[in-house]
């Protein structure tokens, strides 16, 4: 199947709901992040946190821990609920976010693990970084904003990581594709260029972001980055579909998802998607001055 198969058409349009919508989310996906962060060993990149999409659940799920079976935490974002699953996706644990709150949330999941009889091992907030301010974050209630803002995102996430998996599958040296907890990114790095030590040099970011001080709505990105800084901008190519590149404190390329929503197919939105992602690489590795090694 190729991306235009799993593509689902974006419709909604008034990103003010959308973007609420999606800080509620990010807030209750701290519990999904926080279960793995706590029971697995601390890796270099800190991926011990993040998470993936389940197209099946519309849910976002946790790394793999063995707790006498093989288990995960998942936020559906349609069905707006926290659920303990096996390797299978069978649900083992569900909780009912929507009016609950943070204390309540990290109780279930506390809950979970004592169930499955670990002991003496506490599952605490992951603490080293700062979520955007929300009422959510002073004790007051997640509640779902509505079922259309929810079942739009989870098509973002579905899409990002069906297209961002094609984009990156031919890189040797590229990331999984992963969500993660503190910036809510959907993303994978492409590693071009390494030291002695095999620390990266020059790397392309590729992801789907939700709204911040780059722009007011979801967007598609590419990311470019040299250790030694020397990036020369004197021109650029023009992106499709009213993409822009920005070269101040962040470097790289955004496309906002609402030119997507503009056309009226799925298949014109992946078309456009693809596009993005297939001349900006190419002008950020022409930028970098690097080629990406093949698998």
Same mark, same amino acid.
């Given at each position: 199947?190729?991306?235009?198969?799993?593509?689902?058409?974006?419709?909604?349009t008034?990103?003010?709901?959308?973007?609420?919508?999606?800080?509620?989310?990010?807030?209750?996906?701290?519990?999904?992040?926080?279960?793995?962060?706590?029971?697995?060993?601390?890796?270099?990149?800190?991926?011990?946190?993040?998470?993936?999409?389940?197209?099946?659940?519309?849910a976002?799920?946790?790394?793999?821990?063995?707790?006498?079976?093989?288990?995960r935490?998942?936020l559906?974002?349609?069905?707006?609920?926290?659920?303990?699953?096996?390797?299978?996706?069978?649900?083992?644990?569900?909780?009912?976010?929507?009016?609950?709150?943070?204390?309540?949330?990290?109780?279930?999941?506390?809950t979970?693990?004592?169930?499955?009889?670990v002991?003496?091992?506490?599952?605490?907030?992951?603490?080293?970084?700062?979520?955007?301010?929300?009422?959510?974050?002073?004790?007051?209630? $997640?509640?779902?904003?509505?079922p259309?803002?929810?079942?739009?995102?989870?098509?973002?996430?579905?899409?990002?990581?069906?297209?961002?998996?094609?984009?990156?599958?031919?890189?040797?040296?590229?990331?999984?594709?992963?969500?993660?907890?503190?910036?809510?990114?959907?993303?994978?790095?492409?590693?071009?260029?390494?030291?002695?030590?095999?620390?990266?040099?020059?790397?392309?970011?590729?992801?789907?972001?939700p709204?911040? =001080?780059?722009?007011?709505?979801?967007?598609?990105?590419?990311?470019?980055?040299?250790?030694?800084?020397?990036?020369?901008?004197d021109?650029?190519?023009?992106?499709?579909?009213?993409?822009?590149?920005?070269?101040?404190?962040?470097? =790289?390329a955004?496309?906002?998802?609402?030119?997507?929503?503009?056309?009226?197919?799925?298949?014109?939105?992946?078309?456009?998607?693809?596009?993005?992602?297939?001349q900006?690489?190419?002008?950020? $590795?022409?930028?970098?001055?690097?080629?990406?090694?093949?698998?």
């Amino acid at each position: 199947m190729t991306i235009k198969d799993h593509w689902q058409q974006l419709t909604l349009t008034e990103t003010k709901e959308l973007k609420e919508a999606s800080r509620r989310l990010h807030y209750a996906a701290q519990y999904v992040a926080a279960f793995s962060h706590n029971l697995l060993p601390e890796s270099s990149d800190d991926s011990q946190s993040s998470m993936h999409w389940s197209s099946s659940l519309k849910a976002l799920v946790s790394q793999e821990v063995n707790l006498k079976r093989r288990v995960r935490m998942a936020l559906g974002y349609t069905a707006f609920k926290l659920m303990l699953i096996d390797e299978n996706e069978k649900v083992h644990g569900v909780f009912n976010i929507n009016g609950q709150t943070r204390t309540t949330a990290m109780s279930f999941v506390r809950t979970q693990i004592r169930v499955l009889g670990v002991k003496g091992q506490e599952i605490d907030p992951i603490d080293h970084y700062e979520l955007p301010d929300h009422p959510i974050k002073e004790g007051g209630p $997640f509640m779902m904003t509505s079922p259309n803002e929810h079942q739009e995102l989870a098509r973002y996430r579905h899409n990002a990581t069906h297209l961002l998996e094609q984009v990156v599958k031919d890189y040797e040296y590229a990331t999984p594709v992963a969500t993660w907890p503190h910036h809510f990114d959907t993303a994978s790095v492409i590693n071009l260029k390494f030291d002695d030590q095999s620390n990266p040099m020059k790397t392309v970011g590729v992801g789907l972001a939700p709204p911040n =001080g780059l722009c007011e709505e979801y967007y598609f990105y590419i990311s470019h980055w040299a250790k030694d800084g020397n990036i020369k901008y004197d021109t650029l190519p023009s992106l499709p579909g009213n993409a822009q590149w920005k070269t101040e404190d962040w470097k =790289g390329a955004i496309l906002p998802v609402s030119e997507l929503v503009k056309l009226d197919s799925a298949e014109k939105q992946c078309e456009l998607a693809e596009d993005f992602f297939k001349q900006g690489l190419k002008a950020s $590795f022409e930028l970098l001055e690097e080629e990406a090694v093949k698998a």
